[in-house]
Each structure stands twice: as C-alpha cells, then as structure tokens.
C-alpha cells in the first residue's frame, strides 16, 4: 500500500546550524505533501506545504523541495532555534478524492543552544 | 473560533472497560478523522468521516467504533479496552478536498493508558 518514509528519526543541531528532513513516498498520484510541527503536549500544526506543480517553496527559515520524478521531498530549516526543537512529519496525499493522507514516522529535531 | 476541541485530555482505563473519546469542531469542516500515535509509528488512520452521516474504516479500525450524527462532533469509542490501545490519540479536520487552504486541524490530543 501507500507508504511514506522519514528520515533521519532524531536529529540534533547546534543553534544557528541547517536542518534537514527527508521523506519519500510510494503512491506516484500524490500531489500534495504538507509538513506539521508537533511541540511536547501539543497537536501537530501545519508548517508548510508543497503542491505537485511546484519544485520549491520558501517561508522565512523553512523551504520544501519537491522531485516528483524520484517521490522525494524534503524540509529544510536555516538558522536554528532552540524553539525550533519539536517533531516534524512529513505527509503525502491526493488533494482530490478521499481523507488518504499518509504520514512519516517523524523526525525529533534537537537545537542545541 | 476554538478550532478541534478533545477530550478528556488523559485517562486511565482497566482492560475490557469501555469508553467515549469526544472532538468536536466548529470550523464547519465536512471532513473529521482519528488518529492514534505511537512512538516510532507516527500517526496512523482509525476511522474517518466525510460528512454527516457517513464514516469509513482508516488503517487500524478494529476495537474502535465512531458516528457523526452532526457535522460538528466525532465521538471515537473504544468498545472493549486493551493495553495495545495505550495510545496517544488525535481528532483532526479539514474542509473538503480541493478547496483552497485545505488544512488538517488537530486536536490537542487526548492520552490514554490501559492498564
């Protein structure tokens, strides 16, 4: 079935540094892959999404890549945090259709400061 | 405009007791789902309703039930507990498929020990 994998699980940076998160999905009629920040106690909340027709997409420190050819994408976060310490996931769905979101395993993200 | 509302937050259950794990939205959103989330396994599908009236089986169904009599509330009931159903669990929801901003919305959570 569907099957989305996310990469590394736990990640630790020093304040300052890049992270990176990178996930890959199985299901080629994916088109539209969110990324949701998960903070201790708290939902996942939304952070940034890609859709299908767009390679890169930018937001103050966070950017997501997309290669539909190869069914990777990726979260990238510059200049580091100590708040920026939560778990990430990524997530992979068609847009139209039914509620078949799959997501990631997720990633804990440590910033050290 | 409180969002996804769950509750109770925390409960500790004895294995083959039941109970009612209740979310309700007021964002008018006809989509509503359960998730579980476990260490290592991110969130996985329960149960999921597309409107009113209708629900579908997500990933990992069995021992839970759900309804969605209104469009605002999504009861998860867990029918007879087992220890494997320790859990974290989310509600979620999300306007139809297509429509513009077409965001999940999580609860905050609700955690539940069966003991």
């Known amino acids: 079935g569907e099957n989305v994998e996310q990469h590394p699980s736990t990640l630790s940076v020093q304040e300052g540094d890049s992270a990176v998160i990178k996930c890959t999905y199985s299901?080629?009629?994916?088109?539209?892959f969110p990324w949701y920040k998960q903070e201790l106690g708290k939902g996942p909340q939304l952070i940034i999404d890609i859709r299908s027709n767009v390679g890169e997409k930018k937001d103050q420190r966070i950017a997501v890549t997309l290669n539909k050819t190869a069914k990777h994408f990726s979260l990238h976060i510059t200049e580091t945090q100590p708040e920026d310490s939560a778990v990430y996931f990524c997530a992979a769905s068609i847009k139209t259709g039914g509620f078949k979101t799959i997501f990631g395993a997720g990633t804990r993200l440590f910033v050290k400061a | 405009n409180a969002g996804v509302t769950q509750t109770p937050k925390f409960q500790v259950l004895k294995t083959g007791q039941s109970m009612t794990l209740q979310c309700a939205q007021d964002m008018n959103h006809e989509y509503m789902s359960w998730y579980r989330q476990d260490p290592g396994m991110g969130l996985r599908l329960i149960h999921y309703s597309v409107g009113a009236g209708i629900t579908d089986q997500g990933e990992v169904p069995n021992g839970y039930n759900v309804s969605r009599s209104t469009t605002e509330d999504f009861p998860l009931r867990l029918l007879s507990a087992a220890p494997s159903q320790t859990s974290v669990y989310f509600c979620a929801s999300r306007s139809r498929p297509g429509a513009i901003g077409n965001t999940i919305y999580f609860g905050e959570g609700s955690w539940l020990t069966v003991v």
């Open positions: 299901d080629s009629a994916s088109n539209y």
